[in-house]
């Protein structure tokens, strides 16, 4: 049975949850509803009662299911990559690539993303704000991820890049493997973790091989 919307129950009084640990438990609740009924199912009302709250402190959180969504995509995209520390943002730009574009390895047994991947390509044509949140949280933002660290090497002179909007998505989509592949063929965990670490590699040796404009050839 659920507890009461916003609070936890413990020793003594219920304690009123903040706003972090009230959106990760709807976001949560939200997650395990399109894991089990797909986007389709994954209706405010639904969530709400999966998270164990009202649907009008649902809407206090989130202003609507768009905003959920965009919220949902974003921390997938946080599972799925490492945000450089202060230390690795002095290491080479492959390193930096290597890093950035690794998610943590027990992520990669990770079911959410294919459910989210069949549920925006069912529901694109029908919702077209869900395909736009999809790309907008997800693929965008990590091109620009990559491009902030593209832009840092040139300023550095690390590399020669005139169009580094393009070579991070070049980039992005070099490290991952066809979609189509990844919605319908399974892989056992380790297997993917290895073929997604040799590609990355590959990847970075050839991106950073063929994208530097500078020229080499003198001297």
Known sequence: MSSCPGTQRGRGRPRQLDPA?????????????????????ASMEVIAQEAGMSK??????????????????????????????????????????????????????????????????????????????FLQEGPYALYDMVRHELDRSVARGEVRISDTKAAARLMADMAHQS??????????????????????ALAIRVFLGGIDERDTSAG
């Open 56 to 133: 009008r402190t649902l809407y206090d959180v989130f202003e609507s299911r768009s905003a959920l969504f965009s919220s949902m995509i974003r921390r997938m995209r946080n599972r799925m990559t490492r945000p450089l520390t202060p230390e690795e943002r002095d290491e080479p730009l492959a390193e930096r690539l290597r890093i950035l574009l690794s998610p943590p390895d027990e992520k990669f047994s990770d079911l959410l993303p294919l459910a989210i991947l069949r549920a925006v390509i069912t529901e694109a044509e029908r919702q077209p704000e869900v395909a736009h949140e």
């Open 179 to 200: 979609v189509f592949e990844h919605l319908v063929v399974f892989k056992p965990h380790f297997q993917r973790k290895q073929e997604y670490d040799q590609r990355l």
């Open 21 to 41: 640990e009230r959106e990760s438990i709807i976001i949560d609740a939200a997650e395990r509803i399109v894991l089990a009924q797909g986007l389709a199912g």
